[in-house]
């Protein structure tokens, strides 16, 4: 331990009687820290004075956070903040990124306080401000809606966690390791589709052509519609036929129509969509 005391002023020579001698006591470690200091004297003799020194050790500070999931599309979900290892309430700011189909709704305190600070938001990222808040306690939450129409797995992120004040940074080691909360809802070939419906308020393009057909027509959509059934009605409101099948995204699907002339209904039902058309017959 004796490279952590060092001589900040030493003794003049030839020696006056106000003389002294200032030590640095700068420890690598917590805990006690001794080490002893000679003076020799011009005569030749020898004083040792002991040293001894308690460091307290710098205390790690971090975010925590949790996954969080939703089973309903358009739900809201709120993520939680902790901060830990405080010894006491203090205010902290942080970053929040997050991605994916989600609406960020804020970030309040469990009192409802606003916790974003006016001026650092933009698309994904916002500037969290918390006052007192205490170690290991749930801070805050930032609230989202959930959907599930993108090909980004959703999430929130938080990290450059700072202390502002006057609490000196030298009392905490603070992790540059990010708190990640991963968010979940529904899943299923459908759900997208679904989502799209509701977040974007989109519905497929369906384009059926000739029209008028002799009795062919081709059926296709500018996405994916899944699994499906496709009725052909006639004029007098009979089925005269009902096919089950998957409608892939610019993949054609042909279909043959009755063979007697007249207006038919081509109606078509997915998870996602649900629409008819009116198709001229001619012979």
């Known amino acids: 331990a004796t490279a952590e005391y060092a001589a900040v002023r030493s003794l003049s020579s030839p ?16 805990g006690l820290r001794t080490a ?60 929040l990124h997050y ?22 938001e933009e698309p994904g990222r916002s500037r969290l401000h918390i006052r007192n808040a205490s170690s290991a306690q749930i801070a805050g939450y930032a609230n989202f809606i959930v959907f599930d129409d993108s090909l980004t797995v959703e999430s929130a992120t938080f990290d450059s966690l700072h202390i502002p004040g006057p609490i000196l940074p030298c009392d905490y080691i603070i992790s540059e390791d990010p708190a990640i909360s991963h968010i979940t809802s529904l899943s299923g070939c459908d759900i997208p589709f679904l989502s799209r419906l509701i977040h974007l308020e989109e519905s497929p393009y369906l384009a059926i052509v000739p029209n008028p057909t002799t009795g062919l027509i081709t059926l296709s959509s500018d996405r994916n519609l899944g699994p499906a059934t496709i009725t052909v009605i006639d004029g007098l409101g009979t089925e005269r036929s009902r096919i089950q099948s998957d409608i892939a995204a610019n993949i054609p699907l042909h279909i043959t129509l009755p063979a007697t002339a007249g207006i038919y209904a081509i109606r078509i039902e997915s998870a996602s969509t649900h629409s008819e058309s009116n198709i001229i017959v001619i012979r």
């Open 15 to 30: 020696l006056l009687s106000a003389d002294t001698i200032i030590l640095s006591f700068l420890p690598s470690l917590p």
């Open 36 to 95: 002893t200091l000679e003076v020799t004297f011009d005569n030749g003799s020898t004083v040792t004075i002991p040293l001894s020194g308690s460091a307290v050790g710098r205390k790690p500070l971090s975010i925590a956070t949790a996954n969080v999931g939703t089973d309903t599309l358009g739900a809201n979900v709120a993520v939680p903040i902790t901060i830990e290892g405080l010894d006491q309430p203090n205010d902290v700011d942080l970053s």
């Open 99 to 120: 991605i994916g189909s989600i609406v960020y709704q804020g970030s309040k305190s469990l009192d409802g306080t606003v916790l974003d600070i006016p001026g650092e």
